[in-house]
Nanobody
Framework: QVQAVESGGGLVQAGGSLRLSCEIP????????MGWYRQREMVADISMDG??KYADSVKGRFTISRDNAKNTVYLQMNSLKPEDSGVYYC???????????WGQGTQVTVSS
């Protein structure tokens, strides 16, 4: 089973920024649409071709991107709010026909 490895979370004040990273080992990454989830709800996803979608609550503040050469998907989080706090996971996008094993996630805590 291929498992995601997330990193980059931490404690930040409201208005601050964090960049999350998620690596999926193996060549299948470049053929898979990927998503970031908070408490297993979609935050953002990105297709193999780079087409992106965002939850309404994060539009204009978060940016998802991917580097196929590094098997890594990123989530740049700006203008963070306390309600953004939670454990963030990555996995295949909900519309993908693939699923990876869930990793440990990375904790994001935004203080007011």
């Amino acid at each position: 089973q291929v498992q995601a490895v997330e990193s980059g979370g931490g404690l930040v004040q409201a208005g601050g920024s964090l960049r999350l990273s998620c690596e999926i080992p193996g060549s299948i990454f470049r053929f898979t649409a990927m998503g970031w989830y908070r408490q297993r709800e979609m935050v953002a996803d990105i297709s193999m071709d780079g087409f992106t979608k965002y939850a309404d609550s994060v539009k204009g503040r978060f940016t998802i991107s991917r580097d196929n050469a590094k098997n890594t998907v990123y989530l740049q989080m700006n203008s963070l709010k306390p309600e953004d706090s939670g454990v963030y996971y990555c996995n295949a996008a909900a519309y993908s026909n693939r699923r990876f094993s869930w990793g440990q996630g990375t904790q994001v805590t935004v203080s007011s």
